[in-house]
T-cell receptor, first 111, second 114 residues
Framework: DAEITQSPRHKITETGRQVTLACHQT?????MFWYRQDLGHGLRLIHY???????NKGEVSDGYSVSRSNTEDLPLTLESAASSQTSVYFC??????????FGPGTRLTVL | GENVEQHPSTLSVQEGDSAVIKCTYS??????FPWYKQELGKRPQLIID?????GEKKDQRIAVTLNKTAKHFSLHITETQPEDSAVYFC?????????????FGAGTRLAVHP
């Protein structure tokens, strides 16, 4: 079955380290999104992509970057992890018809 | 910028009662409004959605209503059950022609007590 996966599911890192979170979908969706979820803030959009080589900044993009080299993957990189980036990160994809399907999430702790 | 406000932030009901969650959005061009349910430690999952050409949509015990003039939409859950306990998120779409994104509300934590 087609699906969307994220790895790792849990990650502990130290301040200042570079971290990459993986997102992989097998639906052949053009649109992919990264969100962070913190108590009281719901789901906030970090970066998104509408297709290969396309990336766009969301409302909380500072300190994060993405690249889209193929349809299936949209990795999220924290260039220099900060404690404020401790959060749960969700990847989502859609076929352009608006409905987004979420991955299982990655819980990131920055010490 | 675009914004979605969601109320209440917490809601406690007795099993069998109804629950209503309300959202307002700022972008009058928004035309798609999904609702997601997120159980503890799980991913958000779509439970119902509505497009701007429809005023109401029902699926068993859940329904969504949309008032485009007032820019607000609501989720209605009837005959609530303990398994309805979760966090519910509303969202509104921004964009068109396949180049869309969602703006989410802050969520409502629903507790259904037996």
């Amino acid at each position: 079955d087609a699906e969307i996966t994220q790895s790792p599911r849990h990650k502990i890192t130290e301040t200042g380290r570079q971290v990459t979170l993986a997102c992989h979908q097998t639906w052949n969706h053009n649109n992919m999104f990264w969100y962070r979820q913190d108590l009281g803030h719901g789901l906030r959009l970090i970066h998104y992509s509408y297709g290969v080589q396309d990336t766009n900044k969301g409302e909380v993009s500072d300190g994060y970057s993405v690249s889209r080299s193929n349809t299936e993957d949209l990795p999220l990189t924290l260039e220099s992890a900060a404690s404020s980036q401790t959060s749960v990160y969700f990847c989502a994809s859609s076929d352009g018809a608006d409905t987004q399907y979420f991955g299982p999430g990655t819980r990131l702790t920055v010490l | 910028g675009e914004n979605v406000e969601q109320h209440p932030s917490t809601l406690s009901v007795q099993e069998g009662d109804s629950a209503v969650i309300k959202c307002t959005y700022s972008d009058s061009a928004s035309n798609y409004f999904p609702w997601y349910k997120q159980e503890l430690g799980k991913r958000p999952q779509l439970i119902i959605d509505i497009r701007s050409n429809v005023g109401e949509k029902k699926d068993q015990r859940i329904a969504v209503t949309l008032n485009k003039t007032a820019k607000h939409f609501s989720l209605h859950i009837t005959e609530t059950q303990p398994e309805d306990s979760a966090v519910y998120f509303c969202a509104a779409s921004i964009g068109s022609g396949g180049y869309n994104k969602l703006i989410f509300g802050a969520g409502t934590r629903l507790a259904v007590h037996p």
